[in-house]
């Protein structure tokens, strides 16, 4: 597990091997796990979460989406492709 982010007692974690799927990131706390899809940010899974968490978590992982895109960008060497969709997203 690679961890991207933190907030609080939150962790932002990619699994290794990753670069083949959609941006996304899983949120862990006490147990409970989470996972959102970054393009766009949405509820992918939920194992314990309340939906008032889920609500936070869901805004923190908004906040830091460009953060967590520039990562897989990195990752996966598709730089271009990830600079072009958060222009995209600006403008919306």
Request: hydrophobic share 35%; glycine share 6%; no cysteine.
């Amino acid at each position: 597990m690679i961890t991207l982010h933190r907030s609080g007692q939150y962790r932002f974690f990619v699994n290794s091997g990753y670069t083949q799927e959609s941006p996304y990131i899983y949120v862990k706390h006490e147990g409970h796990v989470a996972k959102f899809s970054l393009k766009p940010v949405a509820l992918q899974s939920n194992q314990g979460f309340s939906r008032t968490e889920l609500s936070r978590l869901q805004q923190v992982v908004n906040d830091a989406r460009d953060q967590l895109l520039k990562h897989w960008a990195n990752r996966s060497g598709d730089q271009k492709a990830v600079a072009a969709q958060l222009l995209l997203n600006a403008e919306d």
